[in-house]
């Protein structure tokens, strides 16, 4: 079975500061990816950053920046200069061996101005 | 608008009550997917379609639980003989896909629905 887990229920970060989110997973597949989606309040799902697992580099995306870590099975997210509109919830998902996301339970940001 | 759609955004039934819901994709995506989320967890896996085939089913779809997508474009979800802990966000989300290749799931705003 594959497993998501996000340790931290909650995070919270000054505006212009940067803040990671931690998740780890496990997989028994070779050939995987990893996703952040952000979910804002009363607001549908999105993409933030993809990671395939066969790329060592890690992936970027503006303000947003994972550490892959294969071994240790670890997909931490970086947000960087966080603004008031990076606070939701985001959750660290896995797709492998088959179509479908197994998510973590996700980790609520809360951004202070 | 052309991302995913669904219909209606919340529903209140009652326990025993049969409530279909309804997922229109992204045109041009074939693939098809059904998550449900309750209140401080992340989405869990329904079912998904490629085109009109249902190709995967999770252990969570009960018997109550059916899923169709008749011509490969919208799809509905039906859950009869609701109970209360059916109560849960109801997501739909769709993809392209290119032979083996899958890409990024577009998620709907989903169908909140409460069973009383």
């Known amino acids: 079975a594959q497993t998501v887990t996000q340790s931290q229920p909650e995070m919270s970060v000054q505006e212009a500061e940067t803040v990671t989110l931690s998740c780890t997973y496990d997989?028994?597949?070779?050939?995987?990816?990893l996703f952040w989606y952000k979910q804002p309040p009363s607001r549908q799902m999105i993409l933030v950053i993809r990671?395939?697992?066969?790329?060592?580099q890690n992936a970027t995306e503006n303000r947003f920046s994972v550490n892959f870590q294969k071994a240790a099975k670890s997909f931490s997210l970086k947000i960087s200069d966080s603004q008031l509109g990076d606070a939701a919830m985001y959750f660290c998902a896995l797709q492998g061996g088959s179509e479908k996301l197994v998510f973590g339970k996700g980790t609520k940001l809360t951004v202070n101005p | 608008d052309t991302g995913v759609s669904q219909d209606p955004r919340h529903k209140i039934t009652k326990r025993g009550q049969n409530v279909t819901f309804r997922c229109d994709p992204i045109s041009e995506h074939n693939r098809l997917y059904w998550y449900r989320q309750t209140l401080g967890q992340g989405p869990e896996f329904l079912t998904y379609?490629?085109?009109?085939?249902?190709?995967?089913k999770s252990r969570l779809l009960s018997d109550r639980f059916s899923a169709e997508r008749p011509k490969g474009s919208f799809s509905t979800l039906e859950i009869q003989r609701t109970e209360q802990g059916d109560s849960a966000m109801y997501l739909c989300a769709s993809s392209s896909a290119d032979g083996f290749s899958s890409y990024e799931q577009y998620f709907g705003p989903g169908t909140r629905l409460t069973v009383t």
């Open positions: 997989t028994s597949e070779s050939d995987y990816y």
């Open positions: 379609f490629q085109n009109e085939a249902q190709l995967e």
């Open positions: 990671q395939e697992a066969y790329k060592q």
